[in-house]
């Protein structure tokens, strides 16, 4: 079972929420954009992600491009299809997965943005930033 992990910055930004099933990587990605300034809530299974972001009406998600739920293959694909429930949310796939196929898979999947994880930090920041506007 998955335990939300939350940055320390204060911050009148919404959280970010960090979708990755490798609790090492989204802790990592926690500390990245604590640092930058944004308060980020960590989940590693994707019903869990799914119930936060629906609870708390998410606008911003960093997620790992394969992390299954009960509701779908992707959480990615079933975030972005709930519309109704959440029709200004913006997604940034931040992967492992860096082939020209993980990238088409993660773009159709639904994704605003895709950063392969071995980029510098400052890129993931960039488009945070980014996709943080879309999400006003």
């Not at 869990?48 to 992707?74: D, I, M």
């Not at 088409?104 to 605003?112: F, M």
Request: hydrophobic fraction near 45%.
């Amino acid at each position: 079972m998955s335990s939300p992990r939350a940055g320390t910055a204060a911050s009148a930004r919404p959280p970010v929420l960090v979708i990755d099933d490798i609790i090492s990587d989204s802790d990592v990605t926690v500390a990245v954009l604590d640092d930058a300034g944004f308060v980020a809530v960590a989940e590693s299974e994707g019903d869990a992600a799914l119930k936060h972001a629906r609870n708390n009406l998410t606008a911003l998600v960093v997620s790992e491009l394969y992390v299954p739920c009960a509701e779908g293959s992707c959480v990615v694909t079933v975030l972005k299809g709930d519309r109704h429930r959440l029709p200004r949310l913006q997604v940034l796939v931040y992967t492992r997965h860096t082939t020209a196929a993980d990238t088409e898979w993660a773009l159709a999947a639904g994704s605003d943005a895709v950063v392969p994880k071995n980029t510098s930090p400052a890129v993931l920041i960039r488009e945070v930033r980014r996709l943080e506007g879309f999400a006003a």
